[in-house]
């Protein structure tokens, strides 16, 4: 079946470091894919998606690019802050007529001062 | 525009009894979506109603588990009798659309002693 397959956290890194996530993902044909963020003590909010291969996401310095040709919606960013500090969750709404989230188990991200 | 609202957003409760959570989506959101999260592993879909319609429930675990979405509002999801393996954290997300990406509320915590 589909399914969303994430590096383990947690991540940490010092402030204005470069940051990789990395997301790979099985499904049949070609899936949306979303990266989702939640910050303490709150909700989870999208951060980016993808909808065809080679699309590329941004928001908030944050980018991924949907690669059909490795699977994989890595997220990146250049520069990370303390304030980039959350749970970052992979995910993917598959191309079976539903509409259900498939998510990756989520990578913390601590970001030092 | 207010987010989607769950509460109460933590319950603790012994095994054996019933809980009821309830989800208000987004005013306007047809599809109500109800996921959990379980021991820090990925989140996992349980069921999507179209308006007061269950359109999918493939992801609810066992008829401990009842939906409900009386009028196509807001949503109550009961747990009756709760198990300890039923400790997690229910979200609830809503979409105007089915194909739209869907918001989440901040989650319902429950624990079960």
């Known amino acids: 079946g589909d399914s969303v397959t994430q590096m383990e956290g947690p991540v940490t890194l010092s402030e204005e470091a470069f940051l990789t996530i990395n997301c790979t993902y099985t499904a049949t044909g070609y899936p949306s894919l979303f990266w989702y963020v939640q910050y303490p003590g709150e909700g989870l909010q999208l951060l980016l998606k993808a909808t065809k291969a080679d699309d590329k996401g941004s928001n908030k310095g944050f980018e991924a690019t949907y690669r059909k040709e490795t699977t994989s919606f890595h997220l990146e960013k250049g520069s990370v802050q303390v304030s980039d500090s959350a749970v970052y969750f992979c995910a993917l709404i598959p191309l079976s007529g539903t509409y259900k989230y498939i998510f990756g188990t989520g990578t913390r991200l601590k970001v030092l001062a | 525009e207010a987010g989607v609202t769950q509460f109460p957003s933590h319950s603790v409760i012994e095994k054996g009894q019933t809980v009821t959570l309830r989800c208000d989506p987004i005013s306007g959101h047809d599809n109500l979506y109800w996921y959990r999260r379980v021991m820090g592993k990925e989140i996992k879909f349980l069921l999507h109603f179209v308006k007061e319609s269950k359109q999918d429930e493939s992801g609810m675990p066992n008829n401990r588990f009842l939906a409900e979405r009386t009028g196509g509002t807001y949503s109550t999801l009961k747990v009756q009798p709760a198990e300890l393996e039923d400790s997690g954290v229910y979200f609830c997300?809503?979409?105007?659309?089915?194909?739209?990406?869907?918001?989440f509320g901040d989650g319902t915590r429950l624990s079960i002693l």
């Open positions: 997300a809503s979409s105007q659309e089915a194909n739209q990406p869907q918001h």
